[in-house]
């Protein structure tokens, strides 16, 4: 089973969906790796343009102040409906460049749909 955190409303690869992170309860052995669904390299934070990590995927592994720069469906104004945290620190994710306008974060190992009418502009570990 599954654990839906809240995401506060207010944000190439796959998808995402309802206003939350999906938390897995895998044993902490397993959480890095992503759920089927989900391709993502591990040590890397993973963005779908849809639900449970279908479509375009982008994957970041540093702090980015611009999602946009090395994300097509961002740039071209997609919203971001799933993610999947591969790294060993929790993401948070805010709409707007340079850290701004907190969305939510996801705890590594863990990841799934999000409110899916926003986009990640940048990210932080």
Aim: with cysteine; glycine share 12%; hydrophobic share 30%.
């Amino acid at each position: 089973m599954r654990h839906i955190s809240r995401v506060t409303k207010p944000v190439v690869v796959a998808a995402l969906g309802l206003a939350g992170a999906l938390g897995a309860t895998a044993p902490a052995s397993a959480q890095s790796a992503p759920a089927a669904a989900y391709n993502c390299t591990p040590g890397y934070f993973c963005m779908y343009s849809g639900w449970k990590g279908g479509g375009h995927r982008c994957q970041y592994r540093d702090n980015t102040p611009n999602t946009a720069d090395a994300c097509s469906f961002i740039r071209a104004g997609e919203p971001v409906r799933s993610v999947w945290n591969g790294t060993g620190k929790t993401a948070t994710y805010y709409t707007n460049t340079n850290y701004h306008h907190r969305v939510g974060s996801t705890k590594p190992g863990h990841g799934g749909n999000l409110q899916g009418d926003y986009q990640i502009r940048s990210i932080k570990f």
